[in-house]
């Protein structure tokens, strides 16, 4: 079983630019498609950005497309997502995701991933 714990977030004014991070215990990261999800208030979870299990696949949702990126950090062993030009309708928490079963495909829907973090807020101010 892995553990995720996100960080990251924090207020950003629109326009800057935010990088989160996935950190993974229990296991490393080798293993699993990770995904990030995000949730505003009063909406259903969805998918941002997806990793394939050995990095060399990702998938994002076209809402974020150019803007997002998700990618590894191997030094320090994370899962991070990039976040430009962020807009006031990016305000949500976030959350990273591991997929055991959907780990050889990049994939952005929630039932796919078995494992989650409790979410890091990110607020951005117009």
């Known amino acids: 079983q892995v553990q995720l714990v996100e960080s990251g977030g924090g207020l950003v004014q629109a326009g800057g630019s935010l990088r989160l991070a996935c950190t993974a215990s229990?296991?490393?990261?080798?293993?699993?498609?990770i995904g990030w999800f995000r949730q505003a208030p009063g909406k259903e979870r969805e998918g941002v950005a997806a990793?394939?299990?050995?990095?060399?696949?990702?998938y994002y949702a076209d809402s974020v497309k150019g803007r997002f990126t998700i990618t590894t950090d191997n030094a320090k062993n994370t899962v991070d997502l990039l976040i430009n030009s962020l807009k006031p309708e990016d305000t949500a928490v976030y959350y990273c995701?591991?997929?055991?079963?959907?780990?050889?495909?990049?994939?952005?829907?929630?039932?796919?991933?078995?494992?989650w973090g409790r979410g890091t807020q990110v607020t951005v101010s117009s």
């Open positions: 995701a591991a997929s055991r079963i959907r780990r050889t495909i990049a994939s952005i829907r929630v039932e796919d991933y078995d494992y």
């Open positions: 229990g296991r490393t990261f080798s293993n699993y498609g």
């Open positions: 990793l394939r299990w050995d990095a060399l696949i990702t």
